[in-house]
Antibody, heavy 121, light 109 residues
């Protein structure tokens, strides 16, 4: 079964750090780009960051650039998000997602169930 | 960075056809993908590429595109189609940048 399982969320004070993990199974992890997408309570989806299959290409949303770092370990079938200098507005459910792509389209075909991050004092 | 714009809410009578739209400059270069999200659940991909449905998605869901506008059409809407729908595309300003629309709440009357 193709599956993504996030972990590492929790309650953290503003300014502190947190590291999220995403464990992949059921597919050849190092064949695919992977992404983090978040959803604040009652709000829409927001793309956070993405990484190519070999970590050679990485992108970040402006809202997290310079504070968050995405990485992956293909030997461990795992995706990570290091979140530093956390702010209240980073409070959200964080999903990892597997990406399919062609020359003219990109799509997230597999999603995890998410891990909740709450930034509060 | 690019933006994708969706109507916040749309309603449709049971069994009728509804179109949900998404506008943005990046859609001139890339097809949108569409996601359905029900309360308390992760998003589910329903349409990608020119008009492709993942396995298990009913054929009443279809996609189309013209200029800077992508559309998701549900032909013969069912009660279980009531959900939030999001469009998504590559951001035209960067290889590994992506963007979501603000989402459309679909109500089936």
């Amino acid at each position: 079964e193709v599956q993504l399982v996030e972990s590492g969320g929790g309650l953290v004070q503003p300014g502190r750090s947190l590291r999220l993990s995403c464990a992949a199974s059921g597919f050849t992890f190092d064949d695919y780009a992977m992404h983090w997408v978040r959803q604040a309570p009652g709000k829409g989806l927001e793309w956070v960051s993405g990484i190519s299959w070999n970590s050679g290409s990485i992108g970040y949303a402006d809202s997290v650039k310079g504070r968050f770092t995405i990485s992956r370990d293909n030997a461990k079938n795992s995706l990570y998000l290091q979140m530093n200098s956390l702010r209240a507005e980073d409070t959200a459910l964080y999903y990892c997602a597997k990406e399919l792509y062609s020359s003219s389209w990109y799509a997230f075909d597999i999603w995890g169930q998410g891990t909740m991050v709450t930034v509060s004092s | 960075s690019s933006e994708l714009t969706q109507d916040p809410a749309v309603s449709v009578a049971l069994g009728q056809t509804v179109r949900i739209t998404c506008q943005g400059d990046s859609l001139r270069s890339y097809y949108a993908s569409w996601y359905q999200q029900k309360p308390g659940q992760a998003p589910v991909l329903v349409i990608y590429g020119k008009n492709n449905r993942p396995s298990g998605i009913p054929d009443r869901f279809s996609g189309s595109s013209s200029g800077n506008t992508a559309s998701l059409t549900i032909t013969g809407a069912q009660a279980e189609d009531e959900a939030d729908y999001y469009c998504n595309s590559r951001d035209s300003s960067g290889n590994h940048l992506r963007v979501f629309g603000g989402g459309t709440k679909l109500t089936v009357l």
